[in-house]
Every structure is written in C-alpha cells, then in structure tokens.
C-alpha cells in the first residue's frame, strides 16, 4: 500500500522523504477537504492575490485538471487572475523541490 500511495504522490522522492511527508499528514482534514463547499465568492476571493503552482508529473491531480482548475477561478475572477507556475514534480513533490523556495520567495503581500 506505502508503494502505490508513493508512486500516486511522491514518486520523485526517497523513501525516508516519503515517511516524513506521511507524517505531516492528518487523516481527520482530508475526508472534511473533499466533502466541504469549496465554491468561491468573487466578491471577496477575487480581491486576493492567488498563485497556483502547476505539477506537471502530478499523478493525483492530472495537469489538465489543473489547467481547468486555473481557467475556471480566472473566469470567475478576470480582474484577478493566478499567478501560475509550473514545476516538474509530483503531487507532493513541492515539499522538496528546489523550485517551491524560489516561488514562494517571491510571493509578497501588501
């Protein structure tokens, strides 16, 4: 089950950056996650800034799933579109790739 999960998840990483990520997870958030109302409010979401970060090797989240994600919230909020970007890693695989620093880098709030 560890090897499926894995290879669903975080195929590009070891094995011990894998436990480690398992152990950041919290079973109680994930079923409230997928079963909450995740409908934005234009008026209010649309007024922050937003940046989606694309992972191309994404086994969990296919990339064109992503790209609707992203075009259906541009079109909800045109005044206030992502800033996206892509990095070439799986579903968790942000955690460690090198890339993820730079972007959140440059991630500013007024």
């Known amino acids: 089950m560890l090897e499926a999960l894995k ?9 011990e950056q894998f ?4 152990n950041l997870l919290q079973p109680d ?5 997928m079963t909450a109302d995740a409908r934005i409010d234009p008026a ?3 007024t922050v800034p937003h940046t989606f970060v694309r992972l191309t090797a994404d086994r969990s989240l296919p990339i ?11 079109a909800a909020t045109p005044a206030n579109p992502y ?3 892509t990095i070439d890693t799986t579903h968790a695989g942000f955690f460690y ?4 620093s730079g ?3 440059g991630l500013t709030s007024d």
């Open 29 to 33: 958030e994930s079923l409230q996650v």
């Open 103 to 105: 972007i959140l880098a």
């Open 44 to 46: 209010r979401w649309g």
């Open 83 to 85: 800033s996206v970007h």
């Open 19 to 22: 436990l480690a990520f398992l």
């Open 7 to 15: 290879a669903a998840t975080l195929a590009d990483a070891t094995d």
């Open 64 to 74: 064109a799933l992503q790209d609707r994600l992203i075009a259906e919230a541009d």
């Open 97 to 100: 790739h090198p890339a993820t």
